[in-house]
């Protein structure tokens, strides 16, 4: 088939400036210029490598004058951190907005991609939390989908959002592990008897909820991911249902 066959040489102007309206939000002349001279490896290369964040983290002025950090404020705080989320929240996808429109690479689309399926809102938490739940996206964003869902099942945002907060060995939440295989993960196919849906059961569900049983939110910064260094939520043994699954 032609369109598998590897592209030879250089993309040219036609195609860099293709791939850079597909695969990036910062979509330039000078951008289109510099992809057009490299191969399709070396512009794939470029692609997945993540950017540097222009902000570390979202900054909040009542008056528009010195704004400040909220999420990791140097310590001791400066100046008293803001306390109204319904004002903050918005500080925080303002700041991904931003992010994304200076992000030369493909790792803000592809976070958007992911929350399309990974997804919770932005009132699962406070905006802190929301704010490690885009950091979780981003660092997934290019790399292994398993380790970014394993990862999904202790975010503070997705443990409020999907009710498995709500999930104990004695009295079992299924919302959880029902879209970890519906919306997630394989998806749900044709009915192919009483609960089954092809690609997964009823009984899957029952027992995907007892696995996810005990994971539930953690105090910021009390329990950080050692591999993603992201704050996180957390396995509670006594909540755990330690049968065989």
């Known amino acids: 088939m032609a369109s598998l066959n590897p592209l030879q040489g250089v993309l040219g102007h036609r195609r860099a400036a293709h791939l850079l309206r597909r695969c990036s939000w910062r979509y330039t002349r000078s951008g289109v210029d510099a992809f057009a001279a490299k191969t399709a490896t070396e512009a794939l290369a470029d692609l997945i490598t993540q950017a540097p964040l222009t902000l570390p983290e979202p900054v909040y002025s009542s008056t528009g004058a010195n704004p400040q950090p909220w999420i990791n404020p140097p310590q001791p705080p400066t100046t008293p951190g803001p306390a109204d989320e319904a004002i903050l929240r918005p500080q925080v ?78 009295n079992p939440n299924e919302n959880f592990a029902r879209e970890f295989f519906e919306l997630f993960t394989i998806g749900r196919g044709n009915i192919a008897g009483p609960g089954d849906y092809t690609t997964f059961t009823e009984d899957d569900v029952v027992q995907a909820a007892l696995v996810f049983s005990g994971f539930n939110n953690a105090n910021r910064n009390a329990n950080t991911d050692p591999e993603t260094g992201i704050p996180a939520g957390k396995a509670y043994p006594q909540a755990h249902d330690f049968t065989a699954k």
């Open 93 to 170: 996808v303002a700041w991904w907005l931003n992010e994304a429109l200076h992000d030369p690479g493909i790792g803000h689309k592809m976070q958007m991609f992911w929350h399309q399926f990974l997804a919770v809102d932005f009132e699962s938490g406070k905006s802190s939390n929301f704010f490690d739940y885009l950091l979780l996206l981003r660092w997934g964003a290019t790399g292994s989908f398993k380790k970014l869902i394993t990862k999904m099942v202790s975010d503070n945002c997705m443990l409020n959002y999907l009710n498995n907060n709500q999930n104990f060995a004695y």
